[in-house]
């Protein structure tokens, strides 16, 4: 291959439980509205029709423990909690079966969100990049195989801020299954490892201030955190 012009920072890999070798990241992509109090907290109605999808890019990912500042050209910066779907074989026109088989693991993962932007942009009918894909937008706990947990059925996910509970749900008020996900995208995406598709919030989102600790915790899976700057 020829030698390139200049050298990219270098996209973070995920750590997996009790395995020496770490996760890459591919594309990840992520899911609208799939818990129907958190959709209703966003003033929309669930649409029941078929999920949704707006993706955010590997190279502003981060791993759990990231100090970040808080970021530009928002006022109203939000918690999301995810439960994350890494997949570790490919996907295309899968059926349930074959989605569940070509899952890697799983993990929780903080969707970062310019509110106020993401806000301005739906009222435009514009395209979301700005509320979501900014730097340091992503932030990855620990995978887990799947081999390893009995989820994401009947498991507890919340997120504290500073220690008090902003988000506390549970993977079964999802509208739209892992397998559901997986089916519909691998019609529109030759699905393969490194992709990672974040399931979608539960209510309770919520703003961060510069300082905030933000821990979100899925039961049986490494929790994530992320700490902003304080403020200058
Ligand atoms: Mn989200």
């Not at 959709?39 to 029941?48: F, I, K, L, Q, T």
């Not at 910066?77 to 890494?86: G, N, Q, S, T």
């Not at 990855?140 to 008090?164: C, Q, S, Y």
Request: glycine share 10%; aromatic share 8%; charged share 20%.
């Amino acid at each position: 291959m020829s030698p390139t012009l200049f050298n990219l920072p270098e996209v973070p890999s995920i750590p997996v439980v009790d395995e020496e070798h770490c996760y890459p990241i591919g594309r990840i992509f992520c899911v609208g509205r799939n818990y129907a109090a958190h959709a209703a907290e966003m003033g929309n109605e669930v649409d029941r029709e078929a999920p949704f999808y707006f993706t955010k890019s590997a190279a502003n990912a981060v791993l759990s423990g990231t100090v970040a500042p808080y970021p530009p050209g928002t006022e109203n910066y939000h918690h999301e909690m995810e439960l994350a779907v890494a997949l570790g074989a490919p996907l295309f026109r899968a059926r349930p079966e074959q989605a569940r088989d070509a899952i890697f693991g799983y993990g929780a993962a903080l969707d970062m969100t310019r509110r106020d932007l993401q806000g301005q942009a739906k009222d435009k009918r514009r395209p979301w990049d700005l509320g979501k894909d900014l730097e340091q937008g992503s932030v990855f706990g620990p995978l887990t195989p799947t081999a390893n947990w009995d989820g994401p059925a009947h498991k507890r996910i919340w997120l504290t801020v500073d220690g008090e509970m902003r988000q506390d749900a549970n993977l079964d008020e999802m509208i739209w299954s892992v397998e559901d996900i997986l089916c519909h995208l691998s019609r529109y995406y030759h699905l393969r490892p490194g992709d990672i598709v974040l399931t979608g919030t539960p209510a309770g989102v919520g703003a961060v201030n510069a300082g905030a600790v933000v821990e979100g915790e899925i039961e049986g899976l490494s929790p994530v955190q992320l700490t902003l700057s304080p403020a200058e």
